[in-house]
């Protein structure tokens, strides 16, 4: 009971032709299964419809089909049953027809499953029939292909072989056989190109692979368009953009802008100073492109000196650049990109020399003191002059202050000798400080001293100098022996020993006596000593030369006259020369005589000089002092009156002559006068009286010569006794007694005899002179009676003044003093 219930189906429009075609396929497939149900379960009525159809659409007049009354159906309440389908089909009693109930999504019913069918029953009761119905969901192409993004992004290395794989990409078209994805494409395909695939599920993929080489240096992305076909009618598609960023690969190597680089650098720059910049090129881009620099085989030292930026490749100052240690540096630098390429330079520095070293002053060899009769042009010292700069820089000029007898010549290159230049004169200048100043050439110009102490040495050349061109001085006669008169005094500008100077008399001689018996002098301080008591009356002045000599070797002298006065004490008592007191005689005067009638002139001298020789008269006794006077400066007896007989005959006169000293000495004289006309007859008288004078005179003589006579006799032999004891005495203790009694010496004896016997003490001295006239030229007296000279070494006041001088001069061996 086959029921042909095929109905074309009443599509709209153009896809009639398109169902029906499909319905006889799927009728062809099934025909067995359907012919099956038809016959166990009433038939199987099959529709076909497409999806995506509006509501109410007509999908099958079942009625009709089925060749039921519509008023059947009605009656017997056909309903459909299902467990699903009903919300898609909706089934019209009054017409028995089948429509859309909702719209209907193939894909959202039955995915990729194809064919897609809603199976149903339609059930009527009344009787009850059950007729199955299907109804298949036609596809429309209502469905792109479509890429599950829009755009994918690859980086690819321009280093990619070509024939690599880089993308498998699939889209999908939910709709199914002609509506489903069909095909792939590209665009464009300069550098890629794609290859269909198929895969187990029967999807279809496409690979994208490199076709050609990238080169990112000349074009660094690409954008590419992979479509999606399907098979629909009207053919949908789907597209995804793919962005490619070419990745640099590491192809280029750096390249150095300059094979050596050159860089001049200041010496002492500053640190941070930019010395040079090197650079080198990398066409790469990101690490292999970012080149950074470095020191190639690297001395310390250069590390020290130089900083190179590794990111910049600026080689900066990093230490102390010293010309004088290194003029020239090279350098290696390369510099590297981040893959592993480099390149390498060189980079020569030269360094500028600046005048930064200040000359060095050095003392070769130097003599010092140097004697000042050094010629001119004597060679003193030596210098070395040193600058490590270099050029004009380390040229020097040397030189010495003015004002100094030196001069400086340049022997050698940076030698110097310093020469004497003009005399020299230690007088003068004892020692000079020399300056040698050292100037480079260099701007500013830099420069150093070096002053040197030269020491002149003494040469005895200055002769000892009086203070004064002769001396004069004044002693009292009658002084003591010993006595210093005065000083002389030399000064020597010359130093030390021939500065040292001893004084001495030279030889002289004054009335045959050498001048050294009468004066010595102090040859440490030319202190002058009387050696002698003087007497004015015999000599009044003393001149000698005393001389100054200094230890120089040869030694220089000088000479100084020095005059020495004696001067007048009174010590001479007049001498009366007339009249003569030994004879007996008398002046007459007539009694006719005129009042101021001359008897005589007392005539008296005296050895004195000056107020000590000025002699007065005066009458000291006379007889009748009213008839006579004594003229008081000639000395003549002049008579006052005239002569009378009451007069007496025999006048006697005592005259007294002093002189004018202090304290005046004086003498006195007799003078007999007689008031007669003639002598004789008065001469008896005159005898008388000196007779009887010299009578008693004798008397007395004779008495004293008796007793002293007796005296002497007495004292002899008494002495002789003694005399005999003591010798005996003595011989019985020499044997055991070695010191011998000390017996006075006397030695010869220099008696002043003067025949004027006017010295108040006699002296006899011993002259004892040493023979070092330096140790002591002072020679002291020792007079011969027994009391008057004393050697005291241990009194020290009495002579301070000569210890002090023998102090100053450092020298006490003369500590002896002299006393009286
Ligand atoms: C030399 O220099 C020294 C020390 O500076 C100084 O004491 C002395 O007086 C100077 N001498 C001369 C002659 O200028
Ligand atoms: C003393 O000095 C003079 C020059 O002043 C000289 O002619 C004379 O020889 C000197 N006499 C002695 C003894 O040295």
């Excluded at 203070?467 to 010359?494: H, K």
């Excluded at 102090?807 to 006393?819: I, K, N």
Aim: aromatic share 8%; net charge negative.
């Amino acid at each position: 009971m086959f029921r042909s219930g095929l109905r074309l189906t009443r599509g709209r429009g153009g896809q009639n032709a398109f169902s029906i075609t499909r319905i006889v396929h799927l009728f062809q497939n099934q025909l067995i299964l359907v012919l099956c149900l038809a016959e166990i379960a009433f038939g199987q009525i099959r529709y076909s419809v497409p999806e995506e159809m509006k509501r109410g659409s007509f999908v099958g007049n079942i009625a009709q089909d089925l060749g039921i009354d519509p008023k059947r159906m009605k009656s017997g309440s056909a309903r459909i049953v299902s467990s699903d389908s009903s919300e898609y089909i909706e089934l019209h009693l009054d017409k028995g027809i089948l429509v859309v109930r909702e719209r209907i999504d193939r894909e959202q019913l039955c995915g990729q499953t194809t064919p897609c069918s809603l199976s149903f029953e339609v059930i009527m009761s009344n009787p009850m029939q059950l007729h199955s119905v299907v109804v298949e969901i036609l596809d429309v192409n209502d469905n792109a292909p479509l890429f599950t993004e829009n755009e994918i992004k690859l980086e690819i290395s321009e280093s990619a072989l070509p024939g690599t794989l880089f993308l498998q990409e699939s889209a999908t078209d939910p709709d199914v056989g002609i509506n489903a994805l069909q095909s792939y494409s590209l665009n464009p395909t300069t550098h890629f190109n794609i290859k269909i695939q198929t895969s187990p599920d029967g999807s279809k993929y496409v690979e994208m692979f490199l076709r050609a080489p990238l080169d990112r240096e000349k074009e660094d992305s690409l954008v590419l368009t992979l479509t999606a076909v399907d098979g629909g009618e009207p053919q949908r598609s789907g597209t995804v953009r793919i962005s490619i960023l070419v990745l640099d690969a590491n192809d280029n190597v750096p390249v150095f802008t300059q094979s050596v680089y050159k860089a001049d650098v200041m010496e002492n720059a500053p640190k941070g100073t930019l010395v040079t910049a090197v650079s080198a090129a990398d066409a790469d881009d990101g690490l292999y492109g970012h080149v950074t620099y470095h020191f190639a085989r690297i001395s310390s030292e250069i590390v020290e000196l130089f900083a190179l930026d590794e990111t910049n490749g600026e080689i900066t100052v990093r230490g102390v650049i010293d010309y004088e240690k290194n003029k020239h540096y090279e350098l290696s630098i390369q510099a590297k990109d981040q893959g592993g390429h480099m390149d390498s330079t060189k980079l020569i520095i030269d360094v500028t020399d600046v005048n930064d070293n200040t000359p060095v002053i050095a003392l070769t060899s130097f003599s010092s003191p140097i004697s000042e009769d050094s010629v001119s042009g004597t060679t003193v010292a030596i210098i070395n002059v040193k600058d490590p700069d270099s050029g004009i820089n380390g040229q020097i000029d040397c030189s010495i202050n003015k004002h100094v007898p030196f001069t400086i010549k340049s022997t050698l290159k940076n030698y110097y000798t310093l020469l004497t230049e003009g005399p020299l004169d230690r007088e003068r200048n004892g020692e000079y400080n020399i300056t040698f100043t050292a100037v480079d050439k260099g701007t500013p110009p830099l420069s150093s001293n070096k002053t040197v102490t030269l020491k002149i040495s003494d040469v005895n050349d200055n002769a000892p100098v009086f203070e004064r061109s002769f001396y004069t001085a004044r002693v009292m006669e009658n002084n003591v022996p010993g006595l210093s008169v005065f000083s002389v005094q030399a000064r020597d500008s010359d130093c030390n020993q021939n500065a040292r100077i001893s004084y001495l008399v030279v030889d002289s001689e004054v009335g045959g006596i050498p001048v050294s018996s009468y004066f010595s002098v102090n040859s440490e301080n030319g202190v002058i000593h009387a050696l002698r008591s003087f007497d004015y009356e015999k000599i009044k002045a003393f001149q000698f030369r005393v001389k100054a000599q200094d230890g120089g070797s040869p030694p220089l002298s000088s000479n100084v006259t020095v005059k020495i006065f004696i001067q007048d004490q009174n010590d001479n008592a007049p001498q009366i020369l007339y009249p003569v007191q030994t004879t007996v005689s008398a002046e007459i005067v007539p009694p006719s005589a005129e009042v101021g009638y001359l008897v005589t002139k007392v005539v008296a001298v005296d050895v004195d000089a000056g107020q000590n020789a000025w002699l007065s008269y005066k009458l000291l006794k006379a007889t009748d002092r009213a008839l006579f006077e004594v003229g008081p400066q000639n000395g003549e007896i002049r008579t006052l009156r005239q002569v009378t007989d009451k007069d007496a005959v025999k006048q006697r006169l005592t005259v007294v002559v002093e002189d004018n000293g202090q304290p005046s000495l004086s003498a006195t004289v007799n003078v007999n006068v007689a008031l007669a006309d003639s002598f004789p007859e008065m001469l008896s008288e005159f005898s008388d009286f000196t007779h009887d004078k010299n009578y008693n005179d004798n008397l007395t003589f004779y008495l004293v010569m008796a007793l002293a006579v007796v005296s002497f006799l007495f004292i002899s032999s008494l002495v002789v006794i003694i005399s005999v004891k003591i010798y005996r005495w003595r011989q019985s203790r020499i044997f055991y007694q070695s010191n011998l009694p000390i017996i006075p010496y006397y030695p010869p004896r220099y008696a002043d005899a003067g025949g004027t016997g006017t010295l108040q003490h006699v002296y006899n001295y011993e002259v004892c002179r040493t023979t070092d006239s330096r140790k002591s030229d002072c020679t002291f007296m020792r007079p011969c009676s027994q009391s008057v000279l004393m050697l005291d070494p241990s009194s020290t006041e009495t002579m301070q003044h000569v210890q002090k001088e023998e102090h100053l001069l450092g020298d006490s061996d003369s500590s002896a003093e002299v006393r009286l």
